[in-house]
């Protein structure tokens, strides 16, 4: 059985020119060990964009996985990761 390499079918078009998958994995409400899994799963199955943020508070996991991931070839450049950043006193 022949694999086949992940692509994108679905996107959107950035005002730069870039396209970012549409479909995503979503990080809120999640973390623990376990969730450094899956997150690394994420990845290895075809998912090219990771949607997080500091107010979720699983930058550890995330950051895990991700290392996880990119010290097993995959290639940042090729990735996603959404982060929405509020510093504290921003309404």
């Known amino acids: 059985m022949r694999e086949k390499g992940p692509t994108i079918e679905n996107y959107f078009v950035l005002n730069t020119g870039a396209k970012i998958p549409a479909i ?14 899956d997150v ?13 943020a500091h107010m979720y508070g699983n930058e550890i996991e995330v950051g895990k996985a991700l290392t996880e991931a990119f010290d097993g070839g995959i290639r940042r450049e090729d990735y996603y990761i ?4 509020k510093p504290s006193g921003e309404p």
Do not use: A
């Open 24 to 37: 995503g994995l979503g990080t809120w409400q999640s973390g623990g060990d376990i969730f450094v899994d």
């Open 40 to 52: 690394t799963t994420t990845l290895k199955i075809g998912y090219h964009h990771i949607d997080c």
């Open 82 to 85: 959404s982060l929405l950043y």
